[in-house]
């Protein structure tokens, strides 16, 4: 029996060889041959463009929609930005967003106290304000994955779903350690440390604290700058050592069941992120 790994693999040539002659020149018989010397599988080339071509490029396709979130001060204004400059994984540094997907934005004054700070309306996404914490909010709608394709739109009325979702994402930046910045601000999926990060040296561990609605949650799977290194405990807390300096990502994300006809699953996702001196 030929192995997962295997499997993968010759799946993985089949797509890389098709891409890379093109697929408007693809010859899918000759490449599936090339990938497959030894299959006793007869499929013919309608198969493959239709099913074997699509379902891989909508793989491909799904996994170019992780992108990591930071925010950039600038001046008096916090920007917002995505892509890949502070991970360990391929991808353009920086990839453009539609505004439209934040949804709102707190400030945790240096003083003390939490208020809502307003956003631009265009790309990047700017935030004007004194702020010792800024958690940003932001939801790109429900997705709807197909053998064809996936589309940013419920799945009613669509045939031959695959997958669908719900997709929300918060980003928070600590800037200056308060007594606010030690506890959860919004809704949803969070991260929280529980101790100053700025004090943070390489090598050092610090707990987080995830919670979902305010509450510790259980069983969530946390990574540090891309790569995952456990799961939150039954308080909620997990320990992540700082490998680097400079820009710090931890992140979490949890897909929980959505019933409200338009998804099957929410999907959340969430980043605490702090600087330190490289």
Same mark, same amino acid.
């Given at each position: 029996?030929?192995?997962?790994?295997?499997?993968?693999?010759?799946?993985?040539?089949?797509?890389?060889?098709?891409?890379?002659?093109?697929?408007?020149?693809?010859?899918?018989?000759?490449?599936?041959?090339?990938?497959?010397?030894?299959?006793?599988?007869?499929?013919?080339?309608?198969?493959?463009?239709?099913?074997?071509?699509?379902?891989?490029?909508?793989?491909?396709?799904?996994?170019?929609?992780?992108?990591?979130?930071?925010?950039?001060?600038?001046?008096?204004?916090?920007?917002?930005?995505?892509?890949?400059?502070?991970?360990?994984?391929?991808?353009?540094?920086?990839?453009?967003?539609?505004?439209?997907?934040?949804?709102?934005?707190?400030?945790?004054?240096?003083?003390?106290?939490?208020?809502? $700070? !307003?956003?631009?309306?265009?790309?990047?996404?700017?935030?004007?304000? #004194?702020?010792? *914490? /800024? %958690? +940003? @909010?932001?939801?790109?709608?429900?997705?709807?994955?197909?053998?064809?394709?996936?589309?940013?739109?419920?799945?009613?009325?669509?045939?031959?779903?695959?997958?669908?979702?719900?997709?929300?994402?918060?980003?928070?930046?600590?800037?200056?350690?308060?007594?606010?910045?030690?506890?959860?601000?919004?809704?949803?999926?969070? $991260? !929280?440390?529980?101790?100053?990060?700025?004090?943070?040296?390489?090598? #050092?561990?610090? *707990? /987080? %604290? +995830? @919670?979902?609605?305010?509450?510790?949650?259980?069983?969530?799977?946390?990574?540090?700058?891309?790569?995952?290194?456990?799961?939150?405990?039954?308080?909620?807390?997990?320990?992540?050592?700082?490998?680097?300096?400079?820009?710090?990502?931890?992140?979490?994300?949890?897909?929980?069941?959505?019933?409200?006809?338009?998804?099957?699953?929410?999907?959340?996702?969430?980043?605490?992120?702090?600087?330190?001196?490289?």
């Amino acid at each position: 029996m030929i192995s997962r790994w295997l499997i993968s693999m010759k799946f993985f040539c089949l797509f890389t060889t098709i891409t890379a002659n093109g697929i408007a020149h693809a010859r899918p018989q000759a490449y599936y041959q090339f990938c497959f010397p030894h299959t006793t599988v007869k499929l013919n080339p309608s198969f493959i463009m239709r099913y074997t071509i699509p379902l891989l490029l909508g793989l491909y396709a799904y996994q170019a929609l992780a992108h990591d979130l930071w925010l950039s001060k600038e001046g008096a204004n916090h920007v917002l930005y995505q892509g890949h400059a502070h991970s360990a994984h391929a991808g353009a540094a920086v990839v453009p967003y539609d505004a439209a997907k934040v949804k709102s934005a707190l400030c945790v004054r240096p003083a003390g106290g939490v208020k809502p $700070i !307003t956003a631009s309306k265009t790309y990047p996404v700017k935030f004007t304000g #004194d702020c010792a *914490t /800024v %958690l +940003v @909010t932001l939801s790109s709608g429900y997705w709807t994955k197909t053998a064809w394709e996936t589309k940013n739109t419920p799945k009613t009325g669509i045939s031959g779903v695959l997958k669908s979702w719900k997709s929300e994402e918060t980003i928070k930046r600590i800037d200056k350690w308060t007594n606010a910045s030690a506890k959860p601000l919004g809704k949803g999926l969070e $991260i !929280t440390p529980q101790s100053d990060p700025l004090k943070l040296r390489l090598n #050092d561990k610090i *707990t /987080v %604290l +995830v @919670t979902e609605n305010g509450k510790p949650k259980a069983g969530v799977p946390v990574a540090y700058q891309g790569d995952t290194r456990g799961s939150s405990g039954a308080d909620g807390t997990v320990s992540v050592r700082i490998r680097r300096g400079g820009v710090q990502l931890i992140a979490a994300s949890l897909e929980t069941p959505l019933n409200d006809g338009k998804a099957d699953s929410l999907i959340r996702a969430t980043a605490l992120q702090f600087d330190l001196h490289k």
